[in-house]
């Protein structure tokens, strides 16, 4: 679930406390901590000793649903360049599809300006696209290496398909939004 990392950091900050001393306190790991505050993301466990030791409700610190997915064309396809080499986290399918058209049409234009422009383009978008796609696939609880099929003839249709398909945690969201935190 994705929580507040500013709020986080803010109540730390306030009692003055370091990441190491607030792993103490709330018994989590200094990593766990340090992902709290540099992704926002944090399991229902880790949100409740959280907010028992900043001694607020635990929906305190959780971000609205409707706002956990906000994420325009934009910031879609700058996180495809900034996570380019990140291929064990996820991608949502907005994120990932955004970025695709992006990278086909940046390549397209190339294309009609110089042959040569277009092979440069599309080696340095590579990297980034197959790690978007390792992102999204791991997204829909697929493994990225089914992005090997593309070599295949036709080995792209099963690969698309896997792309195009839920994420895996939506399937499974509406069983933990009725998880209630008390």
């Known amino acids: 679930m994705i929580i507040n990392s500013e709020l986080v950091k803010k109540l730390r900050a306030a009692k003055p ?28 466990e880790s949100v409740r000793a959280l907010a028992t030791v900043f001694e607020i409700d635990p929906h305190e610190l959780m971000v609205p649903a409707e706002k956990e997915y906000e994420m325009t064309p934009f910031m879609a396809v700058k996180t495809g360049f900034v996570k380019f080499a990140d291929f064990s986290g996820i991608a949502t399918r907005f994120e990932y599809w955004w970025f695709f058209i992006f990278v086909l049409m940046v390549t397209a234009v190339a294309t009609l300006i110089h042959e040569t422009l277009a092979e ?3 080696v340095i978008c590579l990297i980034p696209l197959l790690a978007a796609g390792s992102r999204r696939l791991n997204d829909t609880g697929q493994s990225g290496w089914w992005q090997l099929l593309f070599l295949a003839p036709f080995g792209f249709v099963p690969v698309l398909i896997m792309l195009a398909l839920e994420s895996e945690d939506q399937t499974n969201q509406s ?4 998880l209630e935190i008390t």
């Open 17 to 44: 406390w370091s990441q190491e001393q607030l792993s103490e306190a709330c018994g989590l790991d200094l990593r766990t901590i340090q992902r709290i505050e540099n992704k926002g993301k944090a399991s229902i």
């Open 120 to 122: 440069i383009i599309t």
């Open 175 to 178: 069983n933990t939004k009725k």
